[in-house]
């Protein structure tokens, strides 16, 4: 093994110049890995954009899709009763209880040009009966039947519980 005294000769100290001289040389190397690593940061950063924006495009063309964004709907429990939503529906709730159905009633007489008259020859009394069994007696202006019309709508029928 060989041994050394730096700058013996020439008082130099040759060892911390070869040094200088090498880490000088090594710049440009130091520079290329450093660029390498930017630049491999850069394109993983990319392809995890380009991923992104795919599943974004995979997430817009189910939108365009007819219907796609309305985002509230109507259900029900019941199969007589149907339920709907529109695009202009917004967030909330509602519950529906039904009592009582409607019942149909038809009452057919024969084709009438005037009201019926009462034995005094006024005009018939009617009477509106509601579920609680509440009446409500209306009396027409005359046997025309505009004016009974007119008498039922004014009346209003009668009041709800």
Do not use: C, R, Y
Not at 26 to 35: F, M, N
Not at 73 to 92: D, E
Not at 110 to 124: F, L
Request: net charge negative; hydrophobic share 40%; glycine share 6%.
């Amino acid at each position: 093994m060989a041994s050394s005294i730096d700058g013996l000769a020439s008082g130099l100290n040759t060892t911390s110049i070869i040094d200088s001289l090498m880490a000088v040389e090594a710049q440009p190397q130091t520079l290329l890995k450093t660029k390498l690593a930017s630049d491999q940061t850069m394109i993983s950063t990319l392809q995890s954009l380009n991923s992104k924006l795919s599943s974004l495009k995979d997430l817009a063309s189910g939108d365009s899709a007819v219907n796609a964004l309305n985002l509230f709907s109507a259900t029900t429990t019941s199969p007589s009763i149907t339920a709907t939503a529109t695009t202009s529906a917004t967030a909330g709730s509602i519950d529906v209880t039904v009592t009582q159905l409607a019942q149909s009633q038809v009452d057919v007489t024969a084709a009438m040009s005037n009201w019926p008259t009462d034995g005094s020859g006024a005009p018939a009394h009617l009477t509106l009966v509601d579920s609680t069994g509440k009446q409500t007696e209306i009396t027409p202006a005359s046997t025309s039947l505009d004016d009974v019309v007119t008498a039922i709508n004014a009346a209003s029928g009668p009041a709800g519980p």
